[in-house]
């Protein structure tokens, strides 16, 4: 495995689809404010972009604290388990301690659902349907 080129590596936050995940944040976040509710989108857009913008902040924690040995691109094993941490946090935990909060299936499958994105984008060229589907 690679190591981290030093004590705090940001590598991940490099990556092209990172700045797209906080620009699709940051840009709903601002018409929310300006807009009615408009269904699904509105509800769920950020809960789909939270593991895109949080994960590559909090594995490139890791590294700076010594707790993820490398510096490649983010594992499926580490997105499956981040999401169902966070989605067991934000939907069963945190209705339990605040008022406000909503247990909501939805929200876990909009965390799914970028998760499956976030692991599409750093795995997509191990990926093979693509070449085989075009073979038929």
Same mark, same amino acid.
């Given at each position: 495995?690679?190591?981290?080129?030093?004590?705090?590596?940001?590598?991940?936050?490099?990556?092209?689809?990172?700045?797209?995940?906080?620009?699709?944040?940051?840009?709903?976040?601002?018409?929310?404010?300006?807009?009615?509710?408009?269904?699904?989108?509105?509800?769920?857009?950020?809960?789909?972009?939270?593991?895109?913008?949080?994960?590559?902040?909090?594995?490139?924690?890791?590294?700076?604290?010594? =707790?993820? $040995?490398? /510096? +490649?691109?983010?594992?499926?094993?580490?997105?499956? @388990? &981040?999401?169902?941490?966070?989605? !067991?946090?934000?939907?069963?935990?945190?209705?339990?301690?605040?008022?406000?909060?909503?247990?909501?299936?939805?929200? =876990?499958? $909009?965390? /799914? +659902?970028?998760?499956?994105?976030?692991?599409?984008? @750093? &795995?997509?060229?191990?990926?093979? !349907?693509?070449?085989?589907?075009?073979?038929?």
């Amino acid at each position: 495995m690679k190591p981290h080129s030093g004590p705090w590596n940001l590598k991940l936050l490099k990556d092209p689809f990172w700045g797209i995940s906080i620009a699709c944040y940051v840009i709903h976040r601002f018409w929310q404010a300006l807009s009615p509710d408009s269904g699904w989108m509105d509800r769920h857009w950020n809960d789909l972009w939270m593991l895109p913008c949080a994960l590559p902040l909090i594995l490139s924690l890791y590294g700076a604290l010594g =707790l993820r $040995a490398h /510096a +490649l691109r983010v594992t499926g094993a580490e997105i499956f @388990w &981040h999401g169902l941490l966070w989605g !067991f946090m934000a939907e069963f935990i945190g209705p339990l301690l605040f008022d406000h909060a909503v247990s909501d299936l939805w929200d =876990l499958f $909009a965390y /799914a +659902l970028g998760g499956f994105l976030m692991f599409f984008r @750093w &795995h997509s060229t191990e990926l093979r !349907f693509f070449s085989i589907a075009l073979r038929f």
